[in-house]
């Protein structure tokens, strides 16, 4: 019967039928967002949602600023471009924990063919009023061009720089809002562990569509046990200060980050990736470097010697994958089965273009499901 199948004698059209995602961190929470604004229906399972603060919740520790990637392929280039679009008309609501704010990198060596570079066709340079909270918005007065700064307007001991504007995001604020929003567009969010695709399979047998979003969880699960994917830590220092405004980046060896917030009064310092660690102790080595290199990058907001009551630790288990994220769809008896998992440190910069891409990956599936030829 065309635009309806049986499933355990009942019969339900597909869009009406649950699209189950498992894992609630920002790449399904970004697909949930995406799918219920398309008018499908849809539920998200997972140990942990919006608001917790567990260590392997990797998407509330996130340091979450958008930043062009280098050595990516042009579609993976384009999920970054949708992101950064769906960001900055988020930028509008100071509920969704996103904001526009001054972006200065510094490049140790000569930027390569495959480089950043290619984030200036996405970004612009906007001088706005100091109220202004979005680029665009009423007080905005003039919009300058993604540049490259002169000789004298960066530290010496780099080869070059760039200016221009970029979106950063609170997880602290992001996430909980995200939350509601999925909410307020009807979807379900279901607290549970599961420890297989078959398990979650019986809980929703009316569902013929699964998103497996679930992260690390990709490596336990029974019947996905993904080898590639593997545990890496994040420590970040926090420094809450008034100068929160501009990011910085210092791209090469001494790879550092001074990533504003400005919800919460402050900056995040890092980076640093350690392959394996699950540790949720902060490793006072780490951040004292952290906050050694954050201070040799932006002297004006990281003081030598910043007071202690100003500090604080940040810690995450993200999820990564050897070889890069996966973003797939496969047919599984009468089931379709989507994978979007392994994003590593990335996820927050491609969340919104992934999302869009699982929404076309629902319709193709969908479009099998309820066209019939005679």
Known sequence: MGGSNSVNGSLLPFSQRPIVILGAGI????AARQLLRAGFSVVVVAEFLPGDQDINYASAWAGAAWHAAGGITPDQRYYQVISH????????????????????????????????????TVVSKVRRPESSHLAGSPGLTQILQFRELNQGEYPANFHSAWAY???VTDPTRHMPWLGQQITKLGGRFVRQRVNSLEELYSMFPESTLFINASGIGSKTLTDVQDDNVYPERG????????????????????????????????????GVKQQGSLSPEVDPEIARDELER???????????????????????????RKGGFRLDSEKQGHRTLLSAYGFGGGGYAFSYGVADAIQKLVERAEREHVIVEE
């Open 85 to 120: 679009r769906v960001l900055l008309r988020m930028a509008q609501d100071p509920e969704s924990g996103v904001h526009v704010v001054d972006g200065r990198e510094y490049l140790e060596k000569e930027p390569a063919p495959n480089s950043a570079i290619w984030g200036r």
């Open 27 to 30: 790449i399904g929470c970004a």
């Open 294 to 320: 954050a201070h040799r990058l932006a002297p004006d907001v990281v003081p030598e010697k910043p007071s202690a009551e100003n500090i604080s630790h940040i810690i995450g288990i993200r999820s990564s």
């Open 165 to 167: 504007d970029t979106l």
């Open 235 to 270: 420590q970040n220092v926090f420094l809450r200060t008034d100068a929160c405004h501009t990011f910085y980046f210092r791209n090469g060896q001494e790879y550092t980050y001074v990533i504003p917030r400005p919800s919460s009064q402050g900056v995040v310092l890092g």
